[in-house]
């Protein structure tokens, strides 16, 4: 029965996930019709005996009309239309403009006129502002009605429809459309709108994460890169691209015209060689100094990404290569120093894979930081840590099996990823496996380099569904390797702990602000059963009437810092309890405990 009322009221959970205005305009028009319904076969039953004994057969005609529309009505609302809404309130209208020559007892005419009060609120529902205003002023003419005491028989008395209890009547059907049938029908619509607020806040999150994402990508893919529109206007340059065409600031670089600072050379000599999948470029400013321009790809709003490559020290050795399209093809994909898949090319042959097959869906991914690079870059120089580089990921490859996607993201991290069967779902298996494949030294100039390691690994598809996620998932399992352990996994219940502490971290600060952390005595008793001393311990309860403990709150307390104002909240708090005590010469000792970070504190 319940369910049948829910769809007939179209508030089911898959009816209240339909946005469109028919459908809540629907939901709308049935409620506001079953409450008309129950008026008129209410006024139907209980007026009908009155009206038949006082000769008043017209009542009961039009009471049945009333119900007979509304029933069709209600039965024409499975196929929806403005016809029914404006059908709907015209019945309404006419039932009360009926009144007037009808009801000749002014007091209880102008209750049933309180009615049309509801008109615009009825008409905002289903036709707009315009239909409401309307509405509103044609309540004028009600209003100025209402209030004052100007009488209208138009017909004889013979005709007056009034009974004993016609101003409770209409006091009924007041209440019913008021009170109960117009604030479901707004609940409805207001579901509607708190639902589409809701999808719009998540929209509008996912945008914002995706954004700076992207903005990451784009400053960290490891080469020059600038985002252009067809016109060759630069729109976007990371900061590697500025310094590469000899600016300090990107502000002096955006906006300007690509071909301003790089002149075509060769076959790439065209008017708009910027829409090239390659062109061979110099510098305006130092014709010595050659670049290579890659245009990546073209983005959903008509954007290239193009990536600048300084080549002026290989040009020599690129006479003897052969410039086909293969390569420009491969330049754009791949990472300039170690020929990898990048990032983008990455996630293109992991999502490939695992969708390729059953036999492909089940595997691993696992990123790789160089610990200690930078002291290897400091040491060697940035020209010899390249060919560690170059060497660690040639090292890796020989290692790897030739079913494994392997990448170089940015910098020192390298992505792969690898199809695994059931043995390998065992982390301590998998990571036997990657410690095995790992180069622990490299020979570099006749010098051996060790190097260290930090792994952070996820799983597909439990992990993530594509490779987008499952990096994602990754890079946080990355952050919690630390030197102890090094190869770290992916744990959703870390994940969920740490959104739950940084919430809590939130309503903490605010608390610690207000002074909502309040101090509890517990009383010390000796054997003979008196209470020698006093223990004061901090308790903090939510709005929710739960209570955090003490050991979790003043954990995320000291690690925001957050604990020495806690503490002199708290002592404020018991030396004017103390206070209190001493001029009632309460003598018992109260112990409080302070931790070194409040004692070291030098405000506190």
Request: proline letters at 2%; hydrophobic letters at 45%.
């Amino acid at each position: 029965m319940i369910n049948n009322l829910k769809d007939f009221f179209l508030i089911k959970e898959e009816q209240l996930a339909l946005h469109d205005k028919d459908t809540f305009r629907k939901s709308t028009l049935r409620i506001l019709l079953m409450a008309a319904l129950c008026f008129g076969l209410g006024m139907t039953l209980f007026t009908s005996f009155e009206a038949w004994q006082q000769d008043k057969p017209l009542l009961i005609v039009i009471n049945l009309c009333f119900v007979s529309l509304t029933l069709y009505l209600i039965k024409a609302s499975k196929n929806y239309s403005n016809k029914l809404s404006a059908t709907f309130l015209i019945s309404l209208l006419v039932s009360a403009l009926l009144m007037v020559p009808l009801i000749q007892d002014d007091q209880t005419l102008k209750y049933g006129l309180v009615f049309l009060y509801t008109l615009p609120i009825l008409c905002r529902l289903f036709f707009g502002m315009k239909a409401s205003l309307i509405a509103m002023a044609f309540n004028l003419l009600t209003y100025s009605f209402i209030i004052s005491d100007f009488s209208i028989n138009l017909l004889p008395a013979s005709y007056d429809l009034t009974l004993t209890n016609s101003e409770t009547h209409f006091h009924t059907v007041v209440f019913i459309f008021i009170n109960i049938a117009i604030p479901l029908a707004v609940s409805r619509i207001f579901y509607t709108l708190e639902a589409n607020a809701n999808q719009m806040e998540v929209l509008n999150n996912k945008i914002y994460r995706n954004n700076e994402l992207y903005e990451e990508i784009f400053e960290h893919t490891g080469t020059a890169t600038l985002l252009c529109n067809r016109n060759g206007q630069i729109l976007k340059a990371n900061q590697q691209a500025t310094k590469l065409l000899g600016f300090e600031d990107n502000d002096e670089l955006e906006e300007t015209f690509i071909n301003r600072w790089l002149a075509p050379i060769g076959e790439s000599s065209e008017k708009y060689f910027w829409q090239s999948n390659a062109s061979n470029c110099q510098l305006r400013s130092a014709q010595s100094t050659h670049i290579e321009l890659h245009r990546s790809n073209l983005t959903t709003h008509g954007y290239y990404v193009m990536h600048l490559q300084n080549v002026t020290h290989l040009k020599e050795m690129r006479k003897v290569l052969d410039h086909t399209q293969e390569r420009n093809s491969r330049l754009a994909k791949f990472d300039a120093l170690t020929q990898l898949p990048n990032h983008g090319n990455f996630c293109q042959l992991v999502n490939e894979k695992i969708n390729k097959g059953q036999e492909h869906k089940m595997g691993a991914m696992f990123i790789i930081r160089i610990s200690q690079f930078k002291l290897l870059n400091k040491q060697f120089g940035q020209q010899k840590a390249n060919q560690i580089i170059i060497s660690f990921a040639r090292k890796l490859q020989e290692n790897l099996s030739d079913k494994t996607i392997t990448s170089r993201l940015r910098g020192v991290k390298f992505a792969c990823f690898i199809p695994i069967g059931h043995t390998y779902l065992i982390q301590r298996n998998l990571s036997a496996l990657i410690q095995s494949v790992l180069p622990i030294q490299l020979q570099f100039n006749g010098e051996s380099i060790n190097l260290e390691y930090h792994v952070g690994i996820s799983y597909a598809p439990s992990d993530g569904k594509n490779a987008q996620q499952l990096i994602e998932h990754c890079e946080m399992a990355l952050e919690n390797a630390t030197s102890a352990d090094r190869l770290a996994y992916y744990n959703h219940a870390r994940e969920s702990n740490l959104i739950e502490e940084y919430q809590l971290g939130t309503l903490l600060s605010e608390a610690i602000k207000q002074d909502a952390i309040h101090l509890w005595l517990q009383p010390q008793v000796s054997a003979t059963g008196e209470i020698v001393s006093f223990e004061a311990l901090a308790r903090w309860q939510l709005d929710d009437g739960k209570y955090i403990s003490p050991m979790v709150f003043i954990r995320i307390a000291e690690n925001l810092g957050l604990l020495p104002k806690l503490a002199e909240n708290l002592l404020r708090e018991l030396v004017s309890l103390l206070a209190i005590w001493h001029q009632e010469h309460i003598k018992t000792p109260v112990a409080i405990n302070l931790a070194g970070q409040e004692l070291m504190d030098d405000t506190f």
